[in-house]
């Protein structure tokens, strides 16, 4: 299947948050797979593209600053508990936002010993130096804590660590802080950036009605885009977020998520082999943060 246009990808984590391919490698992987543009988004963090920015500056691809902020919904909308909030074109050295993904990440590991705990008591015995194994150059959380209770053979898989022990609901689960997903649009703005719902099928499936009332409470905060384009997303999905893009004059993004190995099968910029993010996504997105920059 081909197509005319290259390809890009603008969701992709890195060894900075709970990736297993460090920025530089991303960097020259997309260059290999013939991207024309990628966009890190570590959860929050952005100092994985402080690094791929410096290695790839002015080459190919084209690199554009992002970050994935795990977010509190908003009141009523308790789903499924993190709403992720994408911010593009951030100014890196931007004192708030960076600022906040400290505290963000703080809350990340300061949950871990706890985490730890709760998997002791039910006999499952790792240590601090097990998961840091896994998160050599960024915050531990559970992706990272997943890995090292499969390397100490507690269990077969990834899913099977989130289903049994640490995912929400389940006996080691605990809570931690999270910024409002309002705050959190409101402060990516403010670094110059654009805040794009992360795959919003996750969060609402295919129900239109919960889109709409998502939409309601993030939009009047400026919200500037949803991430119509995701490997998960059916046929059905995407059409209902291209709709409400083009109702609401929001961009339309898109990107893998490509974590490396703990997403086995996805590949940067193609997904399972059926993805594709249409070229003008990223062509849009550069002119709006030319026009929001030149408004700031
Ligand atoms: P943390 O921020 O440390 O709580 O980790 C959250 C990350 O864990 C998410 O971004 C996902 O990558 C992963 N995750 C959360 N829930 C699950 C789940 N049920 N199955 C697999 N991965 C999950
Ligand atoms: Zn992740
Ligand atoms: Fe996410
Ligand atoms: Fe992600």
Same mark, same amino acid.
């Given at each position: ?24 490698? $991303? ?35 084209? $690199? ?50 706890? !985490? ?22 960024? %915050? ?9 209770? !499969? ?14 022990? /640490?995912?929400?609901?389940?006996? %080691? ?65 995407? %059409? ?25 099968? /996805? ?30």
């Amino acid at each position: 299947m081909g197509h005319d246009r290259p390809g890009v990808d603008l969701h992709i984590h890195s060894t900075a948050s709970d990736g297993t391919l460090p920025p530089v490698d $991303i960097v020259r992987e997309a260059r290999v797979l013939g991207l024309a543009a990628i966009a890190l988004t570590d959860h929050d963090t952005l100092e994985g593209v402080r690094t791929a920015s410096a290695a790839g500056a002015g080459g190919h691809p084209a $690199i554009l600053t992002g970050v994935e902020i795990s977010t509190e919904p908003p009141e009523g909308f308790p789903g499924g508990g993190s709403l992720h909030v994408l911010g593009y074109g951030v100014d890196l050295d931007h004192v708030d936002l960076n600022r906040e993904l400290e505290t963000l990440r703080g809350a990340r590991e300061d949950r871990n010993p706890r !985490i730890l705990e709760r998997l002791g008591s039910l006999g499952i015995d790792l240590t601090p130096e097990d998961v840091a194994f896994h998160a050599p150059d960024g %915050a531990a959380g559970r992706p990272h804590i997943a890995q090292a209770m !499969i390397r100490k053979g507690y269990v077969a898989t990834f899913e099977e660590a989130f289903d049994r022990y /640490i995912g929400k609901g389940k006996p %080691a689960y605990v809570d931690k802080y999270r910024v409002s997903g309002l705050d959190a649009i409101a402060l990516i703005r403010s670094a110059g950036g654009i805040a794009v719902l992360a795959h919003p099928g996750l969060t609402v499936g295919n129900d239109g009605d919960r889109l709409a009332d998502l939409l309601a409470a993030l939009l009047p905060f400026g919200l500037g885009g949803l991430e119509v384009y995701y490997p998960e997303h059916d046929p059905e999905q995407t %059409a209902l977020f291209e709709a409400a893009a083009r109702q609401h004059g929001l961009l339309m993004t898109g990107g893998t998520d490509f974590h490396g190995q703990i997403k086995p099968g /996805i590949r940067m910029g193609s997904g399972r082999g059926d993805f594709h993010v249409p070229f003008r996504v990223y062509e849009d997105l550069v002119e709006a943060l030319d026009t929001h920059r030149s408004n700031t």
